[in-house]
């Protein structure tokens, strides 16, 4: 087949077309510029290296003897992906962007351009597999669980599924880089990419206060009572600990503090003592924009397992869908479940689908005990 490979300049893009050009397809590289800093001309300060990663994309192609072309859609990216990034932390939740630019832009624009260039699919370095079972495509977990993507793919289409190819799908990351040394591909030893490329290496807080100017306000505990401030309740996400600057205070248990929550329109956030506080538990979540990977739930209402954040051991829970959400129990406490992130399904290996938090049923906060 005539395959695109999306190149990130990295060591799992890098084998991945190494791998399909061994196994004889016509392949070819794509490198995609989605962030611009804005300013005099557009001076990249983010420290996404995006010039470098570039230049090793493209000696990966030339190693490899495979075309390379590049395309600028920073203007995709603001407008589908970092507007949303933007509203989403001025509601006072938590996005995650990764989940939307995999949509809009990896599966989106860069799968259009692809194909007005001729390519029958695409492919990317994620960790994860496919299946075309039972008249539909399914997402599978990849072999290497540690590395396991499907979280962040969980919004993927019939089409979208169908058009992509996943290289590293049953491949351990150990493995990974020892085909890249094998191969020779200078990338071999470079270090994973990070956290959001737009942000990069500045300070995360920095970043937000020039989009979103806050201001200072009161910290306090959950039952209310004033603890200290705040830099800006838009700034802080539930079971954070960093960036608080509270130490001991008379009268606490000595553990550290987390936030436990916000109120933005009162610009007040909470904190507790302990990482296991009971004002950070929830057993039940509303999740709204629900997406199904086979175009339907599979039930009105069935048991599966589910993550409410990257990396967590999936939890035991029981759906019910109703319309373009869903409410989610589960079957044990689960710590600092997010609005504005994804809970996402599973049956086994197999990625169901998934919504964005709206709320949860958390203890109240701000009320006197």
Not at 165 to 180: H, M
Request: with cysteine; aromatic share 8%.
């Amino acid at each position: 087949m005539r395959i695109t490979v999306g190149m990130s300049g990295g060591v799992d893009s890098s084998v991945a077309a190494l791998l399909l050009k061994r196994a004889g397809h016509d392949v070819s590289g794509f490198f995609m510029l989605n962030w611009e800093d804005e300013g005099p001309g557009h001076q990249d300060t983010s420290g996404c290296h995006a010039d470098a990663d570039r230049k090793d994309a493209l000696a990966v192609c030339a190693r490899l003897g495979i075309p390379f072309r590049s395309a600028n859609f920073a203007a995709d990216y603001r407008t589908r992906v970092f507007a949303h990034f933007l509203a989403e932390y001025r509601a006072g939740r938590t996005p995650n962007p990764d989940v939307l630019c995999n949509r809009e832009i990896k599966f989106g624009v860069f799968l259009a351009a692809a194909r007005a260039d001729g390519a029958e699919k695409i492919a990317t370095g994620h960790y994860a597999r496919s299946a075309f079972d039972g008249g539909h495509w399914r997402l599978l977990r990849a072999h290497d669980a540690t590395k396991d993507q499907t979280y962040f793919l969980h919004t993927l289409d019939q089409d979208q599924l169908g058009a992509v190819v996943f290289p590293l799908g049953g491949i351990d990351k150990t493995d990974v880089r020892g085909i890249a040394r094998e191969a020779g591909l200078e990338v071999a030893a470079k270090k994973d990419s990070t956290g959001i490329c737009f942000i990069g290496e500045r300070d995360f807080r920095a970043f937000l206060a020039t989009y979103l100017p806050a201001q200072p306000g009161e910290l306090r505990r959950p039952d209310g009572r004033a603890l200290g401030e705040h830099a800006g309740a838009l700034f802080y996400t539930p079971g954070q600990r960093s960036g608080l600057h509270i130490g001991g205070r008379a009268g606490g248990s000595g553990e550290a503090w987390y936030v436990v929550g916000k109120d933005v329109a009162a610009n007040v956030v909470y904190v507790d003592q302990g990482h296991d506080s009971p004002w950070l538990m929830s057993r039940s979540l509303r999740a709204s924009d629900v997406h199904w990977i086979a175009g339907a739930p599979p039930a009105a209402a069935f048991e599966c397992t589910a993550m409410t954040r990257y990396r967590q051991p999936v939890q035991a829970c029981r759906v019910r869908v109703d319309g373009a959400g869903c409410e989610v129990a589960f079957d044990v406490p689960q710590r600092a479940v997010a609005p504005g992130q994804s809970v996402v399904f599973y049956r086994g290996d197999e990625c169901l689908g998934g919504g964005v938090i709206g709320t949860t049923d958390a203890p109240r906060l701000g009320e006197p005990q």
